[in-house]
């Protein structure tokens, strides 16, 4: 943990052991001043875009072609040390490296510190590189709402940022590379016995909010059968998605919950519950969340309430470019991966060439305390990162 | 609504249309401050105990063998305008009726607001009736704590009480029968075509906390076949509840849930589940929430995963006593009915001759904002009430 110690304080909660870190939660607030010093104890030059991603420039802050590198410093609620700042943390030690052996870059390398990845705030993940990327339109991430009521619009100007700032990024134009380190969430670097892998694609992926209502009533005195009680249906619908999912491979999950009107001897009249799930291919994906909506449609009907399902966001399967992941493989000797899991690479390989590494983990666990990889691994990693901009930024 | 009219705004939620009444929030003190001018008004002599409860004395303050009535004025979460305040409100014209008529009662009349009657904050119902009869330790009950982490200790100190003063109130010592007027919660009294009814009996009821603790992990990153998630056991508890409960002629709900850590993107790592079940006998219903229970307990291994089991708290059943039911029963020629709800009535049956009355409910619904009686039938509420006092106070 070593490459993580700087920032190991911030925002961990000290009863759960995880990091707290929504977007621009006062921890997140401290992540981006501690991602400017960093910047600058190095000599970068640090640009902050409209939609608060964070940009720390070695080489002219308006030079071309540039390879970005860099992560997310957010996390998801009771999230682990890794996912997001791994990444960060590496590309500075590759620049600190680099630095060290004279390394003049041909071209701008710059280390990104992506807003709002998690999306644990808005609900949207990847916002801020979506925003960056023209991927999502500014007046629908400025009216999203958090858990309080308040308005994406709201939060920003309360931390000094101007909301009609918020939309494509003209910088993103001048980024030729991005290659973006992160932890591996799953165990097939185990299985290969590699510390570094390269990414070969990520599965589409989605959050669906299921809106199942009912009647409320006196839990003591309504009779069974006389209910409309619409945490039946969310319980049907819960092991159906287990059921559905196992049998094709894919994954489906409900994490977030919200019960109304909440109170133990009330039956409630409205459960709310989000559903993300991922799948090899997109017709695979359309096909299980539809499978889960029929079950849930089934049992509301059953008991007399009703759901409705609500895309919240869809993202499309990512295939990263095939000549720079081969390019990589072949300079690290790293096996190739695919991950269910989404990222601000994810995000940007439509718009230009873009590569992932992970970093073995052990355990496979993500999003939660437990979350971990080895020193030696990191130190790895960041080895694999500095080879990168070698060879990707080095003199031609 | 003209009997409730002059609360109908207190702790209203704009949206939902349902009350917000929790005990010691900010409505629940403007209903406490209206109590006390409705004492005022009529001349009572307002006494609070040390719980909190309100007693509105018609005769001397210190006077014995009272003839107490009164119900409760807090809500559960977007509660109806009806549950409590009515028993309240129906006392209070009730008394009107009497003064008017130049009635002197032979013994001391107490209009009652019993405090935390719903146990909608700290989780225990009728902790201010339990606490003034010695059925809850004030040190139990003052650790209590709130969603907000706050005991009931920082709470009633907050609101300018002493939490010394927590316990065993003397003035229930000289109270020799209590009338409690409610709003029927099912539809008994609509098939019997009758306004008012006198209870027979509560069911013995309780409520159980189910904490179901699995493994955080990322919902994209983690196979199905790899998971310990919690919320499937619990999904599995919910459907087992239904169908037990049913078998059984009893009720079991889930009302309450708490998910952690509660992001869209992660396998949550804990969910605490609040049950609240009700069966006609105390063997009938340890015998349901042990079945629950074995349930939950099989799903959870089958899982990976765990689950405890906390009763929070268990009410016996109640008998109302026999004569004093008969003799209402025959002066207002009312149906006796028996109800799975809990009333502070029945908190003190054990301890005095201790009666309640129904006003017919035409939907059955109740702890929901639609929630309703007609003008017409809580009329005949109060002037049943008014009968009762006249019967029970009357010289002799």
């Keep these: 943990m070593s490459l993580l110690a700087p920032i190991a304080d911030v925002g961990r909660h000290p009863g759960t052991g995880g990091y707290r870190r929504s977007a621009w939660s006062d921890a997140d607030m401290a992540l981006r001043e501690w991602f400017?010093?960093?910047?600058?104890?190095?000599?970068?030059?640090?640009?902050?875009?409209?939609?608060?991603?964070?940009?720390?420039?070695?080489?002219?802050?308006?030079?071309?072609?540039?390879?970005?590198?860099?992560?997310?410093?957010?996390?998801?609620?009771?999230?682990?040390?890794?996912?997001?700042?791994?990444?960060?943390?590496?590309?500075?030690?590759?620049?600190?490296?680099?630095?060290?052996?004279?390394?003049?870059?041909a071209r701008p390398v710059v280390v990104a510190n992506f807003a709002d990845e998690e999306g644990a705030r808005f609900g949207v993940a990847c916002a801020g590189s979506r925003l960056a990327a023209g991927a999502l339109a500014p007046e629908r991430a400025l009216a999203l709402t958090d858990r309080d009521g308040r308005t994406m619009a709201e939060v920003v100007r309360a931390r000094g940022r101007d909301p009609l700032a918020v939309g494509p990024a003209e910088w993103?134009?001048?980024?030729?590379?991005?290659?973006?380190?992160?932890?591996?969430?799953?165990?097939?670097?185990?299985?290969?016995?590699?510390a570094v892998g390269v990414a070969s694609a990520i599965w589409p992926h989605g959050r669906w909010r299921f809106d199942f209502r009912g009647e409320a009533n006196h839990a003591g005195a309504t009779p069974m059968p006389d209910r409309h009680d619409p945490v039946q249906a969310f319980a049907a619908t819960v092991l159906a998605a287990r059921r559905l999912a196992t049998a094709a491979g894919a994954r489906a999950t409900f994490g977030r919950l919200d019960v109304e009107p909440g109170g133990t001897n009330a039956i409630p009249s409205r459960v709310q519950a989000w559903l993300d799930s991922r799948a090899a291919g997109e017709a695979d994906l359309a096909e299980l969340v539809a499978a889960i909506t029929a079950a849930a449609q089934t049992a509301a009907e059953d008991d007399g309430t009703s759901v409705e399902v609500v895309a919240e966001s869809v993202s499309p399967a990512v295939s990263f470019d095939a000549g720079l992941r081969d390019r990589l493989a072949t300079l690290l000797d790293a096996p190739v991966l695919p991950t269910g899991a989404g990222h601000d690479a994810g995000v940007l390989s439509p718009l230009l060439p873009t590569a992932m590494l992970f970093v073995r983990n052990p355990t496979g666990v993500s999003h939660a305390p437990s979350e971990f990889a080895d020193d030696d691994d990191c130190a790895a990693g960041v080895e694999a990162l500095t080879a990168v901009v070698r060879d990707l930024a080095g003199a031609s």
Aim: proline residues 3%; negative net charge.
């Design 36 to 105: 400017a010093g960093e910047a600058r104890q190095r000599g970068l030059v640090l640009v902050e875009d409209g939609n608060g991603n964070q940009l720390a420039w070695w080489g002219a802050e308006d030079g071309h072609d540039a390879l970005l590198l860099g992560s997310h410093l957010d996390s998801v609620p009771d999230g682990g040390a890794y996912d997001g700042p791994l990444g960060v943390v590496s590309s500075f030690a590759a620049v600190d490296a680099l630095q060290r052996e004279g390394f003049r870059p």
């Design 172 to 194: 993103l134009t001048r980024v030729g590379t991005f290659v973006e380190l992160h932890v591996e969430q799953g165990r097939s670097l185990v299985h290969d016995g590699a």
